[in-house]
């Protein structure tokens, strides 16, 4: 299939481990959008619309989620892409419309397909089905060493009323998260950029806007 060219407006994914402060230049990308009267919506991944997040309500319920087989919860990711992309994030792009997305199909390829050990190969073609081969015009990867990136979730866990098992993992797991995401990036080095997760949030948020603005010409 070839690339679909509905990409009027911009898509931009954000990527990396929990706890890697991807949320926060999330929102502080928003803000900055919001103050210069620039166009765009927000969404996530699992999630995004009504029907997608009952499926992240099912992904994350520990009473239910025990019995999910690995395949089944790739599927179920796919399942809330699916319905995502169609509903929410090619219309948008249609518009004109900036689209910023937390996660989005790379985590399927390194979650489920690298550290889960389903394959690359398979979940990389399960999101090609699932988005109509629809790929962000650029990702920010937050890219954090394991151990401060789990210190920092861990942090914030406490603070959570439930935990969930999306945190449950072990260094070892977190370690080929890393690693999986780094090769993707090297793989597609056009649309993706490496941010130090560990710097100041503000630095941060300072590379994310030069980028937009003086890489892609985005305003
Ligand atoms: P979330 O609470 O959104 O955490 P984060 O702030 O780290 O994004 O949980 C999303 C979790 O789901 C995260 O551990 C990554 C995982 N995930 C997958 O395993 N596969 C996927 O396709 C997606 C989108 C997320």
Known sequence: MKKQNINKGFFITFEGPEGSGKSTQ???LAEFLDSEGISYILTREPGGTDF????RG???DTSLNKVLSLKTEALLFQAARAQHVFEKIKPALKDGK???CDRYADSS???QGEARGLGKKEIEALNYFSTDNLNPDLTILMDID???GLSRAHIRENCSLEKDRFEEQGLSFHKKIREAFLRLASEHPSRYRIINASDEVSVIHNKIIHI???EFKLF
């Open 26 to 28: 999330v929102k502080l």
């Open 212 to 214: 937009l603005r003086d």
């Open 146 to 148: 394991p151990e401060t």
């Open 52 to 55: 997608a997040e009952k499926i």
């Open 98 to 100: 900036i689209v910023i």
């Open 58 to 60: 099912i992904l994350k």
């Open 109 to 111: 390829t390194v979650y």
